[in-house]
């Protein structure tokens, strides 16, 4: 798998594996108890895969795996390479709280020229939200980039584990 170079903080993708779904589910689960650099979980069909509290940093990423039944003898597996779910909200929350403002002072810039009054600081202050908004879609970029080896790590290691399937 090639994580391109797209604006995409989370890479996706998508396998088709000729093996049923609980056997896939059944490995990783053997898996689990094997390894020792990697933390395997499961919950009904979803596996996550991410790195032991010791390895990792800030923008560690996790592989998520959503493996649904296509058929008796296929399945398909839907991947989630992204960082921990709480570095992700809390990231989700910034852009929301930036964007808020940006209307907010739009809103307010928008009223003062209406009733004729000075909204340089309002336009300023808007323009700089998107200054902000933009220096945190590149602090993620930068965080991806700083964990795509251990996407990559954690891409073989899927591998390895679905090597008896392909």
Not at 3 to 15: A, C, G, M, Q, T
Not at 76 to 89: A, D, K, Q, R
Not at 122 to 148: E, P
């Amino acid at each position: 798998m090639t994580i391109s170079n797209e604006i995409v903080l989370r890479p996706r993708f998508k396998l088709e594996i000729p093996a049923n779904n609980n056997s896939i589910l059944e490995n990783f689960e053997e898996n689990k108890k094997n390894k020792k650099e990697f933390i395997v979980s499961r919950v009904d069909n979803h596996v996550f895969i991410r790195f032991p509290k010791k390895k990792q940093h800030f923008w560690s990423p996790q592989l998520h795996l959503e493996i649904n039944e296509v058929s008796e003898d296929r399945a398909i597996i839907n991947g989630l390479f992204g960082p921990n779910p709480t570095v992700w909200t809390m990231f989700m929350f910034f852009h929301f709280i930036v964007a808020a403002l940006f209307f907010g002072f739009g809103i307010w810039a928008y009223t003062n020229a209406n009733l004729g009054n000075s909204f340089a600081l309002q336009l300023s202050l808007s323009l700089f939200m998107v200054l902000i908004w933009c220096l945190l879609y590149f602090a993620g970029r930068i965080g991806r980039a700083k964990g795509k080896p251990e996407m990559q790590l954690l891409n073989s290691f899927m591998y390895k584990i679905l090597k008896p399937y392909r």
